[in-house]
């Protein structure tokens, strides 16, 4: 199957030669388009999650479906193939089933919206967007049932459908559609805003045509492609070895009493081909945390990961694609078989990061390699009826720690994706009946290095209603794991403190949480892991950290620091207390530091009993 491009003219666009400073011209102008299509999105969409949190991809491709700029790309190539229609102008595709758009998009809740780009009749390229949507129907709000087996119970399914034909709405799909979701205004106004966020692309593309031509266009990012295409070849040739470098990481659980659930990568080289094989990754899960890879996505994960480490500035496109063979087993944790559920495969998404650093940075650890903290997104759902009677319904993405890194310490209470925001805690409370009673790091929480690893998210909400409250967070089990001598992060807790003053401990993926007006839910998230000996980083930096009540005192002895009554650096205890520390230590500093082996994490785990489940798990994969 192949989607077939419906052009009155067909007159084929040919590759000239553009100088220079056209391509920079044009170049830049393509990546302003890019952020306008944000500012379209954010100023028109009405949900938190995309209207202030950010939860959205936007790109801009050529008329192969090539991303030329954008945030991330992959998805057109798999869905042109997928998509066995004709596409005419003034048509707006949209989809957000994985299994029929060659998992293009990943699960259920984001809606991909896309816009081919005509000229007089002729195709010259793509826009296209995905926002996450508050709800997509199925089993609980927010639609990321923890206990859905099959892809049928995580809501409605969107195939590849025209949303417009020929510029003309089909309203009775579109009702069809948010009939089948519990927040359907905001769902209305997010895709509409999606659409208009495409069409703005698709009028700079235009309008670039109509200056300087359709040729010079298309020749232009063509040229853009191919500059990335050089970049990272080098970059592969450089960092990526021929000997197989292997590593693998858990899932902590599926939230059904299984886990964990291991992710095991190999890469190397083939002349100018990275290879990454994810032969020995578990089978897939019986719940909702599989993650549907594609292939294509894992070359835009790599990519990203690896310009954004060698050099920022090169502009990061699909150019470099036929430079990296992926190989997914299938039935695994990454490439279920149909019908598997999905909707939780940010976990997964997430641990994937982790893994792609892990494998990058061995061969330069001083240079290159990141410790552990990109390891999830966590989430929290609050719904119910609020004092009016009226329906509410919060999702809302949390920060954790980021890792420790050659060139510094990890951000503190950051987002694994970068173009992501807080939701103001003015907004929440103003819109939902919650208070935040607490938002500050948690101090130790990164693991203590040269470069300490940042520090989790403590946030306290505190309940205005009675309502059902749903939690997806990991590194609850497992540690965020430091690197060349560095300590691992904290991990991941969830606490409700009832108005009688009982407490309880809840697990990290949870769901029909009940919960009554006065109680309070402290939402704590996982620390980065540390880079490098603790011993080794100046004690200026730990009495700054303690200063800023990001270390406590009592954790400036992890770094060997010790501060006297006045909060000042005693040179001579430091002094001796990090000889203690390092004659003390039987081992040379370990390249990654796990914090035990599965085993004994396990025992540790079950120990400490606001880590452990309330029904301890039947542990599979790592066994």
Not at 191 to 197: C, G, I, M
Not at 342 to 353: C, D, E, V, Y
Request: charge should be negative.
């Amino acid at each position: 199957m192949t989607a077939r491009l419906i052009e009155s003219n067909t007159t084929p666009l040919k590759n000239v030669d553009v100088d220079g400073i056209t391509v920079d011209i044009i170049e830049n102008a393509l990546r302003n388009a890019r952020e306008e299509m944000d500012t379209v999105l954010f100023r028109t969409a009405m949900s938190p999650g995309i209207r202030e949190q950010g939860d959205c991809f936007p790109m801009i491709a050529n008329k192969d479906g090539k991303m030329v700029v954008g945030q991330f790309g992959s998805f057109i190539g798999p869905f042109l193939e997928a998509y066995d229609n004709e596409i005419e102008e003034g048509d707006v595709i949209l989809t957000n089933d994985p299994y029929m758009c060659n998992a293009a998009v990943s699960h259920l809740p984001d809606w991909v919206v896309l816009v081919p780009v005509f000229k007089d009749g002729r195709h010259l390229a793509w826009s296209a967007m995905f926002g996450h949507m508050s709800d997509n129907g199925g089993m609980v709000p927010g639609s990321i049932p923890i206990e859905a087996t099959t892809i049928f119970q995580e809501g409605i399914r969107i195939p590849p459908t025209k949303l417009y034909k020929k510029g003309v709405l089909q309203s009775d799909l579109l009702e069809l559609i948010l009939h089948n979701v519990r927040t359907p205004q905001w769902n209305r106004f997010d895709l509409n805003a999606l659409v208009a966020a495409c069409n703005t692309a698709a009028k700079r593309c235009v309008e670039l045509a109509e200056r300087f031509g359709d040729d010079v266009l298309h020749s232009t990012m063509d040229s853009m492609l191919q500059r990335n295409h050089a970049a990272m070849k080098h970059i592969i040739e450089t960092f990526i070895p021929e000997e197989p470098r292997q590593f693998e990481d858990y899932i902590c659980d599926d939230g059904m009493g299984m886990g964990p659930y291991k992710i095991k990568c190999t890469m190397w080289r083939e002349g100018s081909t990275a290879i990454f094989d994810f032969d020995g990754t578990d089978p897939q899960a019986q719940s909702s945390v599989n993650f549907f890879l594609n292939e294509d996505m894992f070359k835009m994960f790599f990519g990203s990961f690896t310009i954004n480490v060698v050099d920022p500035q090169i502009v990061f496109n699909d150019g470099f694609y036929d430079l990296v063979d992926v190989r997914i087993p299938q039935g695994t944790l990454l490439k279920p078989n149909y019908p598997a559920a999905l909707s939780g495969r940010t976990h997964a998404l997430g641990r994937i990061f982790d893994v792609l650093g892990a494998l990058l940075g061995m061969g330069a650890p001083e240079m290159m390699l990141n410790a552990a903290g990109f390891s999830d997104s966590p989430h929290l759902f609050y719904s119910g009826y609020d004092d009016n009677g009226e329906w509410f319904q919060l999702f809302q993405i949390g920060f954790g720690g980021i890792p420790g890194r050659p060139v510094g310490d990890g951000p503190d209470g950051h987002s694994l994706w970068p173009g992501f925001t807080n939701v103001p805690n003015e907004f929440i409370e103003s819109y939902f009946p919650l208070r935040i009673e607490r938002y500050e790091t948690i101090a130790d929480s990164g693991g203590a290095g040269l470069h300490r690893g940042g520090n989790g998210l403590s946030v306290a909400y505190h309940f205005l209603c009675d309502g059902n409250v749903g939690i997806h967070d990991e590194r609850w089990f497992t540690y965020p794991w430091g690197v060349l001598g560095g300590e691992t992060g904290m991990r991941s807790t969830k606490r409700l403190v009832r108005t009688d003053g009982s407490e309880e401990w809840l697990p990290a993926k949870a769901e029909g949480v009940k919960v009554k007006r006065g109680d309070v839910l402290y939402f704590n998230t996982w620390g980065g892991g540390g880079w490098g000996d603790p011993c080794e980083r100046d004690p200026a930096l730990v009495k700054q950290d303690v200063e800023r009540r990001l270390v406590t005192r009592e954790g400036a002895s992890r770094y060997g620091v010790v501060l006297g009554e006045d909060g000042n650096i005693d040179t001579a205890a430091t002094e001796q207390l990090r000889t203690e520390i390092v004659t003390a230590r039987k081992d040379e500093k370990q390249l990654f530091n796990f914090g035990g082996d599965i085993e004994d994490i396990r025992v540790r785990c079950r120990e400490e009993t606001h880590l452990a489940p309330p029904v301890n798990p039947t542990f599979v994969g790592a066994n």
